[in-house]
């Protein structure tokens, strides 16, 4: 179920944060418990706890004493700007080292993307219909 | 915080053979740590002193403090059904109704629920069942007793797939609910890492491993390739299991590797594959044990 | 509850062996001596013992046995302390071996009012152990019901304990304990004196002799188990 490689902890508290980032979990609203997340995911309620306190660790989640833990505001903008930033590391830069290996200009790489951006449905620019 | 199961320096001798030899282990309050090695490693042995059922030779147990060896006070607190456990001419019911009268948190409706989820007939005598079948009982009394310090040997041993899976969950089920200190032997390592807080390898009678499963988790991985590349990519780190010939080489790496190293294992074509908890005790054990431990946990 | 009755409570869930399988045993065997007399001998006056309870007796013993190598293991498994597990056994026992001598001491009471079934029998009654008033007969079984248990009881945690070779080592001590004592009365001359001991004793004082036998049985089980495993 989960990957071997990442601790498990973090595995679950990105789990989360994409219920966050895709909107399912809006702020204000309930993070899901220690004990549900360990049922769901089957792992370890201490192993999930981990995950949460990661969460809020992180700014994501906030703890109200004595009721629990809810989405805090602005949640979902920032974890939308750090996938930017993960985006782009993990994708753009492998993405324009082996352009340059290929010889590609920044035009013909900017023609590409045009090219199978159109193909999957990107808009052009922010706010328009497809390219 | 006092550890719950608090084992020092334990050492079981039956003749010449040394079941267990100066074994050293905490397991604290509420937590799942399983404990693994091969067969007759010593995790049963581990488990039956702590229980009370077999006395040491030399070296301390203390559950809660206090001794468990005679102690009714506390071995109240502790249930044990083992492997292979042996019955009286009972019933399945029987053996539930008796168990009943023991542990004070005894809840009758989970028992019942569990003996349904595993299909287990109350009316059959217990040397009728299979070897799957006397298991679940084990894990039905196991958890309605729901006894602060709860001892599971081999508990999915004879039990097919679904069963198991329908164990592990209930097992989370219960400890979410009301958290006890379990410790659980296994050999289906790989199916209950998740379960796992911690891992304890037994080999031979000592322990070779005590970690937090999250911590081992891909610190070791198999790195296969041309030998050259292998070579390069492999010089100064931690690393063991060999395999090579002409054209190909494997050898597994210890140490976590980062995005950089993922980086530079693809530009030279080597393949990744990080291994199992499984994998990952079965080479703990195989080799020499001490150097693995500290060098790649640490 | 309290933990001694919960024990008792265990050996009852299934008494098979505590109690049914010594009284079928009885049974049978009164059934078979009824047909034997009936069919063979003709009518007769004088009171023809039989060793049929003996069976009862011994398949009690047995019960012993089978309390150590069945039922120990999951009652320490369940948390029991071996104190509370022997002591609890040999109060089930003893309960029961107070109930049964009171069905014996009734039976032979019966036997005595039938005169014998009506067959010249006599399964319930004994030279010299097993005759005279109930409360004596109650007595006399109880205490031997009591040491066979218990002698069973220890059997069972020798052989626990020590394997096949210490049960061997057991049985061979108990024969060379009793040849030894032999051998010193015989050399002492003495044995007109045992013979007067027991003559003049009477059914009472030989209980009692027999109670202390249950007794030295049971500081010697308790000390057994003590370093049981299972």
Known sequence: MLDEATPLFMQIAERVSVEIADGLRTEGQRAPSSNELAIRYRVNPATAAKGL???????????????????????????????????????????????????????????????????????????SVTA | MTAAISVSGLTRRYGRQLALNGVTVDFEGASITGLLGRNGAGKTTLMRIIAGHELASAGSVRVFGAEPLENSALLRRMVFIRENQIYPEFKVRHAIRTASWFYPNWCGELAETLLEEFDLPTDRAIKKLSHGMRSALGIVISLAARAEVTLLDEPNSGLDAVARRRFYDLLLREYAEYPRTVLLSTHLVDEVADLLERVVVIDHGCVVLDACSDDLRGTATRVSGRPLDVEEFVAGRLSWGRATSRSHESVVVGGVLDDADRLWARELHLDLRTLSLQEMMVHVVDQTTEDYARETVA | MSTLVKVVRYHLVKPDNLVFVPWAVLVVGFAVNVMVVATTFGGQSTIRYMGTLAALYLTFSVGGVTSITRALPLGLGLGLSRRSFYLGTVLTA???????????????????????????????????????????????SFVLLTLLFVWGVWSGLVYRRWNLIGLWAFMAAQVIVGVVAALVVTWMGAWHHVGHFFVTLSAPGIAGVVALFAMLFLAGGFATIRRVAV
Not at chain 1, 99 to 114: F, Q
Not at chain 3, 100 to 126: D, P
């Open chain 1, 53 to 127: 306190n990661l969460l809020i660790d992180q700014g994501l989640l906030e703890k109200r004493r004595g009721i629990g833990m809810f989405v805090a505001a602005g949640a979902r903008e920032r974890l939308l700007v750090a996938g930017r930033l993960r985006f782009g590391r993990k994708y753009v830069e492998p993405m324009v080292t082996e352009a340059g290996r290929l010889g590609m200009s920044t035009d013909e790489l900017v023609a590409l993307i045009l090219e199978f951006g159109g193909a999957v449905g990107l808009p052009a620019s922010k706010g």
């Open chain 3, 94 to 140: 003893v309960s029961l071996a107070v109930v049964y001598g009171l069905i014996l001491a009734l039976l032979q009471a019966i036997e005595r009012w039938t005169h014998g079934w009506g067959l010249s029998m006599g399964v319930f009654r004994a030279p010299f152990i097993l005759e005279g008033p109930w409360y004596l007969t109650w007595l006399m």
